[in-house]
């Protein structure tokens, strides 16, 4: 139905642009006036005032549509006396009703699911029919309405530019949608999740064992389940987890990437540079399920088998094998910006310093690098924020069990591995276990703007300093 | 310590520090030489699949069909017993233990096979034909050398008796290497010697294409408004300040996003490209807004002034000069945005990807796989065949990575202009 309506709009607004512009054309030849606009810019006042109306309306719509039908049928079926204790059975039902209709149900059904369905048919007819008349109603009182303007306007040029700058800024807005939908959707299950748990038993509790949660809706879990429940969130191994592999990984790439940040910036030829620094890059654009799979199948094996030698017992998920294979997928971010960094301290500083009779290293080691170090820190934040939002390397290679460790050869977990193991597979929503992925959503999602606030803020800083 | 001296050791401590710059960066091309070499190594011969060429008889008795039957009679026809018939006659087994270790040999589809050949040329009944099968991936690991012989019995998947039966193939050159159409063909399956990435293809494809449909229109206007048009005001700040942010918000927060809002609240279909397309769009609009502005500011201002000293409006020097001339530098931002957005993983995890999908998907709105997820997944199962699928998918992934790139680097080269 919608592609039909898309259709049938795309082709009134077309033959409106062609009408549009060959009625002014003949109107400015017949009255042998000269029109502000070309003749094209009245088809384009048109079709704008066509589509972008029944558009706007067709999409939202389409986007409430199925959530008011679904509500309206579950309280049918609740009139006509079917039984649900909470949403997930109510969805169940939906689902059931809506195969019916379809004709994709194969189980009983009994009377109450079949006048359900019958009533489901005549909503979707009634609301589908209603779409229909709708839009046909607005594209005609939009088509009848700029007809009427275009007819004494001599500017229509001004008012087609008008009216795309407006689309420009509503895609621009979108940016400022996708935050404010980033955070609702964080927010709106956490706080769900924060009436069962107390913050600060989430904040400062040492152990973390969601699957002791029971999957079932929150409200309905009693005082005695909620007193069990109360140590299985603790945030604490999760962040030690998370912050160990991290620094693991800034071991790798902070003095790997730094110093060949400094080797690209100061010593290389252009050719080397001109070869070296794409083939750098290459790391940051390879896939994290690649270094995942590298990690949990080539060096977590190899860390155990070189353990074994030394009679060490290395977990196969060790943080070290993560943290280590991190480390390399960091090292561009750390050494391109650092590159870009140390490049644009002032060349005056440097010949200063040579002038006195110091040698290249200790120019950059005492001139260079102290004066580039806001914006050196600024880039090793950020690669600190990329690497605790980092998935894929550590779901496959880092454990799963939350244990407080500082020995590199244990494995250990992170928030990122515990969103994913909880929402892997079959999900129950308002049981205080999903919910919880939610908040470790929220609390990486703060902790990574922080870093990359205080990043951002550091590099501008340092840029303005010397521009 | 005399002058000299400490000028020698100045110098030695300057040819250190040249040196460590030069292991690091030595250091990081190894790691690149490492990786590409470690997945190559594994993935190359899953292009390659083991067949079994074998002497099929069609038996008119067992296959209960007449000369000249249908396509439909030969698809309901049951070619079971046809197919076990002949495959026993592979190799002289004693007794029933022995003939069902024989028929393990083969793969699970042997009579979809046996029965493709036969759909092929109908005048097949009563008449014998040589075929290629496809082996089991037991088989198919030990023929490639993937798979330890000198193993104790009890720690092999494959028995001393399967071996003798290899061995006897081996000998008498029935066990050869093809190429391995299933690995293209097939979706998702258990069986590791079936298994391909067909679905995963299409999945990425589509989802690309519907992130590429939703993120560059909408990337370029934006750009083009915030470049050419937004008044230095708080709303612009504030605008700036966001697509800085959601560009460094970590992958898997989109994948929540997804959960909740496509998901939960809209109710698309789960596990389809529609809603990955759509996810991936979100994550990739402020990675392709900061190269499409970039590019937009590259072009000098003396192009604009021209435009409108000739009495063309705002707009009409914005879409008639400056973005025909920002155009190559926005086309290769978005490609390696779309590069970026088709290595994507943990976001498809949350939005169900991870289901097993068997078909390959044939609309956007079908459940489906992806490549990166399906990576993801074959890394997780058991199955010594799987190692070498996984490390081929890498192998097609980071190929269109490549592409893509060279690209991008392509367009930027060829069509950008210089403007000092």
Redesign the interface.
Known sequence: MNFVLLFLITIFSLSLFFYGRSKTKSISIEKNIRLNALPKFYGYYLVLWCSIPALVFLLVWS?FE??II?SIIIETAANQGAIFNDKNEANLIYEKIKAIHLGTYFGDIDSILKESALAYAKFINIFTNSKVVLIFGIIIASVIYSLKKIKNNNKA??DV?VI??G???V??????L??L??IF??L??SIKFFSVINIFDYLFGTNWSPQRAFVRDASSITVAELEELKDAFGFIPLIAGTSFIAFIAMLVAV??????G???A???SIKVRRI?KP??E??A??????????A???VGPFFRQVGENFGLTVSSESALAAGLIMG?MI??YV?SLSDDVINSVPQSLRDGSYAVGA????T??QVVIPAALPGIIGSVL?AV??A?????IV??AAGLAANLTINPLESTTTI?TQ??MI??GDQE?DSPKTQS??AL?LT??IA??IL??IA?RAVKKYREKYD | MTKEERLKKRHRSEKRFRFYGLASILVALLFVVILVQNIFSKGSSAFKKTVITTEIFFDQDLLEIQNGASQEEIMEADFYDVMIENLIKAYPAKDRAEEDELLKLFSGDAEIEIKKAFLKDNDLLGKTITLDLTASDDIDQLHKGNYPRDLPEERRRISDFQLVIYDYFVENKKISKNFNNYFFNNGDSRDPELAGIGGALVGSFYSILICLLLAFPVAVLASIYLEEFAPKNKITDFIEININNLAAVPSIVYGLLALQILLATIQLPRSTPLVAGITLALMTLPRIIIPCRASLKAVPPSIREGALAVGASKFQSVFHHVVPLALPGTLSGTIIGLAQALGETAPLILIGMVAFVVDIPSSPVDPSSSLPVQVYLWSESAERGFVEKTSATIMMLLSFLIVMNFIAVYLRQKFEKRWN
């Open positions: 986007l199925p959530v679904k040029r001004d530019e795309l700058k689309l420009l800024f895609s621009s807005l979108i940016a400022i996708t935050t939908g980033i959707s964080l709106f299950e003095p790997i990437g730094l110093f060949s400094i080797y690209m100061e010593y290389a070296s083939i750098i290459i790391l654009g390879i896939p994290t399920v690649v270094y995942g799979f590298f949990a199948l080539t390399i090292i561009p050494s040698t290249k290293s200790e950059i080691k950020l924020s990329r605790i939002g980092e998935t894929m779901v496959m990122t969103i994913v929402l892997v929503f992925a939610f959503g990486l999602f990574t703007l990359n606030y951002q």
